[in-house]
C-alpha cells in the first residue's frame, strides 16, 4: 500500500489551519478505509515563516492527531520554495504526494481521483480549474493572459494548473536533481517528462484570512515564470535590431532612387536614418551579447540533461 503525504506550505494562515487540518485528515481516513492508502499517510504542515500563530497551531495538531507533522523553516522564503522544501522532506518518508494550498481554494474530493491516477500508472497528475468564476474578473483576465504569453515564449505549462498536483516519489526524486534556484515548479513539472495526466475541479473562495499573494509577488512569479524558462525575449530584441536595420536599408534605397530620378526627398533624411540604422545596429548587437548570456545563465542551472524513465534487464 502506498503512503500519501499532503503537503502544505502555510504562511500567516492562523485562520485556516485548524479548518484545513480537520479537511485533511477527513480526506486520509477516507482512502484509508477504502483500501487506497497506507495507514499511516500524513499530512506535512510547512510553515514558511509565519508571523502568526501558525507554528503553534501546527504543534498542537501534531500533537492530538498522530498523521500531521510539521516542518517549520526559518524565514519566510516564498510558496514555492517552502513546497519545495515539503516535498524534499516527504518524499524520503512517501510514496507519493499531493501539494496543496492551506487555504482549501483546491477541492480536497478530487485527491482520490488523482490517487487513481497514480494508481494507474501516472506520475504527475495535475489538478487544473475548470471554473474560474469564484476569482475576480481582474484575476481571470490576468492569469490566462499569463498562460497564453508562456505559450508564445515557448514554455510548456499546463493551462489553469497552479502547484495542487500529485507526484510520484520518483517525480519528486527527479525534480529534487533541478537545483536551480529561479523555481518555478509549474513550468519544471513537465520537463520531468514522466506520464502525467489531470483532474478537474472548481476552484473555490478562501475558507478564512486573505490571499498571500498580492499582485506585486504575482507579477514577479509571472516575471520569473518566463525569464526562468525562456531565453525568447532576448531574441525579440535582436529582431527588433534586425528589423529596424532592413526597414532603414528599404528607406534609404527608395531615398537614393528619388533622388537619381531629380525628386528629392524632404526633410533631414540621411540623418534620420542613419540614427536609426546605428540605433538597430546597437538593438542588434545587444541582441546577440545577450543570447550568448542567455546560454551561459541555460548552462549554469545545470538541469538534468535527461530524466531516464524505464530500464530492461539487468543493471550489473
Ligand atoms: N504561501 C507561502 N509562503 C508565502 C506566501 C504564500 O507558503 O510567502 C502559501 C499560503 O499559505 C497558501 C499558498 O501559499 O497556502 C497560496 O497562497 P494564497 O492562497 O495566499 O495565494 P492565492 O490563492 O491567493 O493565489
Ligand atoms: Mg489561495
Given at each position: 500500500?502506498?503512503?500519501?503525504?499532503l503537503v502544505v506550505p502555510c504562511y500567516n494562515e492562523e485562520a485556516v489551519?485548524?479548518?484545513?487540518?480537520?479537511?485533511?485528515?477527513e480526506v486520509l481516513e477516507n482512502l484509508i478505509q477504502k483500501g487506497k492508502i497506507a495507514n499511516d499517510?500524513?499530512?506535512?504542515f510547512v510553515d514558511d515563516g509565519s508571523k502568526d500563530r501558525t507554528w503553534e497551531l501546527i504543534e498542537q495538531e501534531h500533537q492530538k492527531h498522530s498523521n500531521i507533522k510539521g516542518l517549520k523553516l526559518a524565514a519566510n522564503v516564498g510558496h514555492q520554495f517552502a513546497l519545495t522544501a515539503g516535498l524534499i522532506?516527504?518524499?524520503?518518508?512517501?510514496?507519493?504526494?499531493?501539494?496543496?494550498?492551506?487555504?482549501?481554494?483546491?477541492?480536497?474530493?478530487v485527491i482520490e481521483e488523482m490517487i487513481d491516477k497514480f494508481h494507474d500508472g501516472n506520475d504527475i497528475v495535475y489538478g487544473v480549474r475548470n471554473d474560474r468564476s469564484s476569482d475576480s474578473f481582474f484575476k481571470r483576465m490576468t492569469a490566462q493572459g499569463f498562460y497564453?504569453?508562456?505559450?508564445?515564449?515557448?514554455?510548456?505549462?499546463?493551462?489553469?494548473?497552479?502547484?495542487?498536483?500529485l507526484m510520484s516519489k520518483r517525480a519528486v526524486e527527479q525534480f529534487?536533481?533541478?537545483?536551480?534556484?529561479?523555481?518555478?515548479?509549474?513550468?519544471?513539472?513537465?520537463?520531468?517528462?514522466y506520464k502525467t495526466d489531470s483532474v478537474y475541479y472548481e476552484r473555490k473562495e478562501r475558507v478564512a484570512g486573505e490571499s498571500k499573494y498580492p499582485l506585486k509577488k504575482m507579477l514577479a512569479l509571472a516575471f520569473n515564470?518566463?525569464?526562468?524558462?525562456?531565453?525568447?525575449?532576448?531574441s525579440l530584441i535582436t529582431t527588433a535590431g534586425a528589423v529596424i536595420i532592413f526597414l532603414c536599408i528599404l528607406a534609404a534605397i527608395y531615398a537614393l532612387f528619388s533622388y537619381c530620378i531629380g525628386h528629392v526627398v524632404e526633410g533631414w533624411t540621411s540623418l534620420i536614418l542613419s540614427i536609426w540604422f546605428l540605433g538597430g545596429v546597437q538593438l542588434l548587437s545587444i541582441g546577440l551579447i545577450g543570447q550568448y548570456i542567455g546560454k551561459i545563465y541555460?548552462?549554469?542551472?545545470q538541469r538534468p540533461r535527461y530524466n531516464v524513465e524505464t530500464f530492461l534487464g539487468k543493471q550489473d
Amino acid at each position: 500500500m502506498d503512503r500519501l503525504a499532503l503537503v502544505v506550505p502555510c504562511y500567516n494562515e492562523e485562520a485556516v489551519l485548524e479548518i484545513s487540518s480537520k479537511a485533511l485528515r477527513e480526506v486520509l481516513e477516507n482512502l484509508i478505509q477504502k483500501g487506497k492508502i497506507a495507514n499511516d499517510s500524513f499530512v506535512l504542515f510547512v510553515d514558511d515563516g509565519s508571523k502568526d500563530r501558525t507554528w503553534e497551531l501546527i504543534e498542537q495538531e501534531h500533537q492530538k492527531h498522530s498523521n500531521i507533522k510539521g516542518l517549520k523553516l526559518a524565514a519566510n522564503v516564498g510558496h514555492q520554495f517552502a513546497l519545495t522544501a515539503g516535498l524534499i522532506s516527504a518524499k524520503d518518508i512517501s510514496d507519493v504526494t499531493v501539494s496543496i494550498d492551506a487555504d482549501l481554494q483546491d477541492d480536497v474530493t478530487v485527491i482520490e481521483e488523482m490517487i487513481d491516477k497514480f494508481h494507474d500508472g501516472n506520475d504527475i497528475v495535475y489538478g487544473v480549474r475548470n471554473d474560474r468564476s469564484s476569482d475576480s474578473f481582474f484575476k481571470r483576465m490576468t492569469a490566462q493572459g499569463f498562460y497564453k504569453m508562456m505559450a508564445v515564449m515557448g514554455v510548456k505549462t499546463v493551462y489553469n494548473h497552479a502547484d495542487f498536483r500529485l507526484m510520484s516519489k520518483r517525480a519528486v526524486e527527479q525534480f529534487s536533481q533541478y537545483k536551480e534556484t529561479n523555481l518555478y515548479l509549474r513550468g519544471m513539472m513537465p520537463l520531468i517528462g514522466y506520464k502525467t495526466d489531470s483532474v478537474y475541479y472548481e476552484r473555490k473562495e478562501r475558507v478564512a484570512g486573505e490571499s498571500k499573494y498580492p499582485l506585486k509577488k504575482m507579477l514577479a512569479l509571472a516575471f520569473n515564470g518566463i525569464s526562468s524558462f525562456s531565453i525568447k525575449p532576448i531574441s525579440l530584441i535582436t529582431t527588433a535590431g534586425a528589423v529596424i536595420i532592413f526597414l532603414c536599408i528599404l528607406a534609404a534605397i527608395y531615398a537614393l532612387f528619388s533622388y537619381c530620378i531629380g525628386h528629392v526627398v524632404e526633410g533631414w533624411t540621411s540623418l534620420i536614418l542613419s540614427i536609426w540604422f546605428l540605433g538597430g545596429v546597437q538593438l542588434l548587437s545587444i541582441g546577440l551579447i545577450g543570447q550568448y548570456i542567455g546560454k551561459i545563465y541555460i548552462e549554469v542551472k545545470q538541469r538534468p540533461r535527461y530524466n531516464v524513465e524505464t530500464f530492461l534487464g539487468k543493471q550489473d
